[in-house]
Each structure stands twice: as C-alpha cells, then as structure tokens.
C-alpha cells in the first residue's frame, strides 16, 4: 500500500475514500497469456447447480465433463474444498417460489468459491417467458447476479449472466469456456442474451479458433488495438492489422513480430472505405472478423466544444465504421459466420462529461450492433459491442494519482483491467462457438460501479 | 460549507473526495408544493429546435403554446437572456451526419439554459429504424443526452430523452409537461420509451389529473408511501392508504390529515389478497391506481444471510405484489386505464452488495412492468417502475456522515432527492396523459453515477 494512501486510511474523515477504492492491495487475478485449450478445465473443480424445473442441467454437464472439469456434489464436499466454477442453471425460474432453491443451492456454498472463481448463472430469456411473473422472475436473476459480483469481486471471482433463449441450450460450449475461464478475469456483473437466431457453423474448434480465418483490426499499433490483434493471431488467425499512417513505423514493427499484414491507412479519409475493400479483395479476397476499435476522444463541454471536435469524433467513431461496413457488406467481403466487433465505452453506456461528441458515437454503436447483429444473422455473421471501463494504458498512466487510483478501484474486482482482458472478449466474440452471441454490448470494467 | 468538508477539500490527497461529493454547495432545486395548472408554462421561456427532417416540432410547439410557454428563437435571443427549457426535436436523426444540426443547435445556446432548466430530447424508437445504422443513430442521442445531464445538473438543469414511437407522437402533452415542469426536479439522464400500444383514455386532463380516480398506495403510513398518498390526493384521487398493522396509528393518522381511507394490512399474509379483493369491491368497486410501494431490506451476503431473511424479503417484495395484481386483475377490479406503479431500486438496475435477496426483488418488477405493461395495453392499463436512488428519509438521516455525503453527491445535481421527487415521478405515471408510457422503469435519483 502506498504511504499517501495509509496516510489517507488513516483519518476517519477520509476512511471512506479509502475504503470504496477498495485498500488493501487487491488480489491479483490470474489470467492466462496463452490460446484455449481443448480441455482447459483439466484440474478445475466445478459445481452444477439447478433450480426447480431446470432444463439445462444435462447439456451442462456434459460440456463440462468434455471441458475436463472434476464435478463435484455439494452434499459431498469435503470440509475447506474450494470450487473453481460455479455454474448454475436457473433456466426453470419461472415464479417467485423458484427462488427458493437459488438460496438454498447458494448461500451453503458460496464462500466455498475459491479466489479468481467463476459463476455463471444460466436464466430464462424474459422475452420468451409465458407470462409477465416469469419474465419478471427471469430479470430478477439480473440482480441477484450483479449483487453476488459485487459481494464475491474483492476476492477476483467474476459473476456473470447469461439469458438463454429455449432454442439456444446447444450454444453454450464456448459460453462456458470463456465465462468460467481464465478469460473473463475482468468481465464481471454482466447480461448476456443467447439467442437461436445466427445460423450455426460447419465446425466449432475447441483450439486454434481462428485458424483459416481472416482478421482485420483497425488503431492497431497499440494498446487495446495491438493485444486484440495479437490475440487473434494467437488462435491462428491471419491478421491485418490497421492504423493512421502517422503510426506507420510501430504498425510495420508490431505487424511483423507477430506475422500480421500492416495496412497504414486513415478511416476517417473519404476514400478509405474504397481502399480498404481494394486491399482486403485482393489480398484476402474478403475478411472473417472486422474488429472496430479505432477511434478519438476530443473532449470539451458542449458550450466550449469547437465544430472540429464535434466533427472529427463522428467521423472516426462512427462515420468512418459505418461507411467501412457498408462497403465490405455490399461487396459480400464479409464471409458467411463472420464476426464484427465494435469498440463501445463507458462512456456510451451512462454518458460522461464533457464527452457530448464521444458518447453519443459509442451508444450509437449499441444500438448499431442490436439491429445488425440479428439483421445479419440469416448468413451466421453476429455483431456484438465491447465496452471497455478503466483499462491500463499509457493514457490512464498519465492520470494524476488520485484520480487514477479511484478509477482503478471503483469496480467489484477494486482494481484495473489489462488490454488482453479486452482482447479477451473480443477472441470471445470473434470465435465460431459465439454463434449464439449476436447483437450484445458486454462491458469488460470489473463490474464498473458507474453505470446507467 | 461544513467545517469537516473544508477540511477534506484543503488536502490534495482528499480533493478528489471533496470534488467528486460535488462541493461547493450544490444549487437549491426549483420544487413545487401544488398540483398541475392548466397552463403551468405561463412565465416560462421554452427554446425548441428540431433537427433534420423532425416530424415533431409541429405538434410540440402547439402542446408548448397550449400550455402557456413563451416559444422563443435561437437567432433572435437578446445577450443575456435564458431559457427556462429547451426541447430538441431529434425525431428525423437517421444518419451519422444528422448529428450535426444536434451540435449547431445546440452548441450556441447551451449555457443560455437557465439554473433549474430543462431540456427534453425526443428520439426516434431504436426498433422502427429503417436499418441498423438508423437504429444506432437513434440510440446514440442517449449517449448525448446522459453526457449533457451530467455537464448542466450541477446547475439543477435536468435532462432526459424520450424514444417516441412513429404512432406517438400525439402522445406527447403530459409527458412535455412533466419532464420540462418542477415535477421533474430529481429526475434527470433517463430515457423514457413512448409508444401507442395503449388505448387511449377518453379524457385527458390538464388539472386535478386524477378527479374520480381510486388510488392504493402500500406502505403509506410514511416516507415516500405517505408522500406518495398526499401528492395523489391532491390531484383529486380518492386514496386508500394501506400499511402494516404495527403502524395502523400512524396511518390512520396521515390518512385522516389527507382525507383518505386507511387500510391496516399485512400484505405478505396468504389472506391478504382476498381481503383485499373485498375491501376494494365493497368500499369502491375497484381502483384505478395501485402503487406498489411497500417494501423491506434484510441485508446480509448471501454466504451470512439466514434463510428467513431471503424469505421475508421475497415474500413483501415480491410474492405478496404479484398475489395483489392477479387477484385485483383476475376480479377486473383494476379498472380500464388503470395504471399500476412499482417501486423498484438502484439495487434493481445494478445491484448491491449484501442485498442478493433486495435486489433479485427489485429486479424482478423491472422484468414484470415491461412484460406486464404491454401485455394489458389493450385495456388501457399502463404498469411502469420507479427506482429511486438517494431520497433523504429517516433512514437516510441515520447513515454516518462522509457515507451519507457521498451517497448524496455521487449524481449530476449533487444532492440527495425528496420523497417528493419519487411521488411526482408515480403521480405522473398515475395520470391519463402517461397512456404513451407503459412497461418502463424510469430512475428518480438525480443521474446517479452508480448503475450497471
């Protein structure tokens, strides 16, 4: 801990900060550096829990068992044994009674979570359920699952959620794979919708995800541009990787060290779109996943914001990604099960101030990919959002201490994320086993305290 | 000033506290104590401004002119001069570059809106978008709209954003009266979804709103249950006000002051439904308006929590308010345009640690009103939730300063809310005018920081 902020403990007056920025030093949470693996559950305890009338219990099961995981019976746990995976299949709540069970399964157990655990909780789709108590009953496992996150985030457990539609119970292998693994270290209190509606691939690799698929990645010369790309490559992914011409010499270096196409370009140029469907034709003769997360912050209050700032946001965030799109999709550049990925923020999700001109482009995009996504579906192509919060970077690097340290700490896991946490979800949603996943924005903020 | 948050805010290491609690002291808040006035825009000067291809300034300029506001324009505001409201016609945002009038317009006359202003952005319905890019353009002027709360709520300014559907834009009066009036005080950085699935009522006052109407508030004998009451009643309600039997005295009392019926009940009883059922058909022969205030916390994590603590809540929380609905419902005592509002919580939306039981309640009715609401639309009843953030209360008083403080100033107005505000949020959507909102969950917590 640092002496400015013992010091800071230390008077009762400021006790608070101190305590909502989470001191002590926050458990370290372990992510894996390398690709998935077909059995990457091997060594890992899980427990499967059903609440009354659950459906899904058996498909479960059975994916974890191909994962490798032990199966434990929580009435034969021995004294002191931790659980590395929670999995509770709560597809049969379906009124108030139901919860009953969630307590019951629950609350003997939850402290037996080891620390860097995983929960997944398993809910009805409230837009399917038969009446209006059982789709209240399904959202309220929202709460209980965002609630639970932030109870068990302080010792690195990630709760999430997922609505399963009746149709979508045989979507969930790599939901599982990336939920309870070491991949969703900073994705936590989240609700995410499978649904049926993406038609399903030929093949669904449990490793090398992305070998024979073509990836294009735009600001990729660093940070979270640079480990999503990397990442990609890593699950055999060919990749181009995309940035400003002024970045052009760290694009060639980072291109080449991990066997990446580099393509120097500006998005926001009016003949960009034309360009880039040029190069990805007859390089590639067409692209598998298109990962937007180019884009610029030009922050002011509306009152003090100059045209230009307005202007040059829209056009890189959102005029330039539109524009690329169009053009890629008209061209039938986009193969079938491809996958687009777009950078969202925070900032998209509640609003931020001073950031009119951001905000604005990054919701648009939520609600770009929710009618994409399942536009796009009939061809196995899914759209999805990532919205990254406090994530390590040369830019938060900068931020004066306090400021930083708030920032950090003000999530359930009380520290910051790391851009492989982002390029994480990204491969996440990138892979064929995603199918499922179509028209989401999923944060990757620790279950951020800042929302809507 | 207090003299302890002078003290915090002289530190550097504790500016970031002092700042984010929002010092100075923030703005009084423009409140009102009296019901609708025909015309409660008399005095007041409104701005509207559309964007491209709005199809909504027509019928909002006549609502503003009905209502008695002083329309001004933008070119011809002398130096100096404010405006008490500002609504934006966003209705034709369709593409990327519609954004742009959205900055010209506004960008000369943001900071003219006057101290406890209002500004109210109507959008079109992200799902009736032509295409996916329409959609998200829809979907970004929230980002824009959360983004200004934050820049002008420092200054009592509140902002919010309506998605109103094609159909229903004549759905418009009460909620322009609403969202730009002093009823709106805390409610600020929502998005409200207004659409015409509901059968019109065939009068829609623009006084004494609920003249002839039947209201049960639970939880009446205090805090926002009591507010709640009294602010019905003054629109002219007839109002049962129901509370625990331990608190009947109390009740009794409020109930006498505000010339209402008391009614001692437990709900969570099994017999309380059907004494209910006949309270209501022997005193009234049915209720228009039905707030589901009542409601307990039994905090524990759910490691720690004793089962009757999981119970008791789900049982007031939930199970007692869904038995209510299906017995009044079943019967056909709630009348045709009834409305139906439930107090759900910031701990619904996002959560909180220690209150799994809490927010799985609170979360449920969010999931119920979006079903529940459409689902009784053709009858004209409306079923909305309220989830309100920091209202000072008794509870509120007992917290230890600095939590209470931060509490308090962690939103855009830098202030906690009056049971008021969260009556007059239920009251409007009590009203025959709220016909175009049904199935939403609207927050009254001053643009909380917190959320999911």
Chains 1, 2 share one sequence.
Request: charge should be negative; proline fraction near 5%; glycine fraction near 10%.
């Amino acid at each position: 801990m640092s002496d400015l902020l013992k010091q800071l403990n230390s008077n009762p007056m400021t006790g608070w900060l101190a305590k909502s920025i989470g001191l002590p030093n926050p458990v370290t949470l372990a992510r894996e550096n390398g690709p998935y693996q077909p059995q990457p559950f091997s060594g890992k305890r899980a427990l499967l829990v059903s609440t009354t009338n659950g459906y899904l219990e058996a498909p479960l099961r059975e994916l974890l068992e191909a994962a490798d995981a032990e199966i434990l019976r929580a009435d034969e746990l021995a004294e002191q044994e931790r659980i590395d995976m929670l999995v509770v299949d709560g597809s049969g709540c379906q009124s108030p009674g139901d919860y009953t069970a969630l307590y019951e399964r629950l609350h003997p157990i939850v402290r037996r979570i080891a620390t860097n655990g995983r929960v997944l909780l398993l809910a009805p789709h409230p837009e399917e359920a038969a009446n209006a108590v059982a789709s209240g009953v399904a959202r309220g496992l929202e709460g209980f699952s965002r609630s639970l996150g932030k109870e068990l985030g302080p010792r690195g457990i990630t709760v999430n959620l997922a609505y399963v539609a009746r149709n979508a119970g045989d979507r969930l292998d790599m939901l599982l794979r990336f939920f309870c693994g070491p991949q969703t270290a900073y994705v936590s209190g989240q609700a995410i919708t499978v649904t049926a509606h993406t038609k399903s691939p030929a093949e669904l690799p449990c490793e090398q995800l992305l070998a024979g698929k073509v990836a294009l990645v735009t600001g990729a010369a660093r940070g979270i541009g640079l480990s999503t790309a990397q990442r990609l490559r890593q699950e055999g992914a060919q990749v181009i990787c995309l940035d400003i011409p002024a970045a052009s010499e760290e694009l060639e270096r980072v291109a080449r060290e991990m066997g990446a196409e580099a393509l120097a370009l500006d998005i926001s140029a009016a003949d960009a779109p034309a360009k880039l469907l040029e190069f990805v034709r007859e390089q590639f003769g067409g692209v598998d996943i298109l990962v937007h997360n180019a884009g610029i912050t030009r922050d002011k209050t509306l009152g003090k914001m100059p045209e230009h700032f307005w202007q040059q946001v829209m056009q890189v965030n959102l005029e330039a990604i539109v524009a690329i799109d169009q053009a890629l999709l008209d061209a039938q550049l986009i193969r079938e099960h491809g996958r687009l990925v777009y950078l969202s923020s925070m900032s998209g999700v509640a609003g931020n101030f001073g950031q009119t001109n951001y905000a604005t482009t990054k919701a648009a995009l939520i609600g770009y990919v929710a009618a994409l996504g399942p536009a796009l579906a009939e061809r196995g192509i899914c759209a999805n959002a990532v919205a990254p919060g406090f994530i390590e970077t040369a830019m938060t690097d900068a931020m004066p201490f306090v400021t930083r340290e708030a920032g950090r700490r003000l999530n359930s896991l009380k520290q910051g994320g790391q851009p492989r946490d982002v390029a994480e979800l990204v491969c996440f949603l990138s892979s064929p086993g995603a199918y499922g996943v179509n028209g989401n924005t999923i944060r990757v903020c620790g279950q951020g305290l800042i929302g809507a």
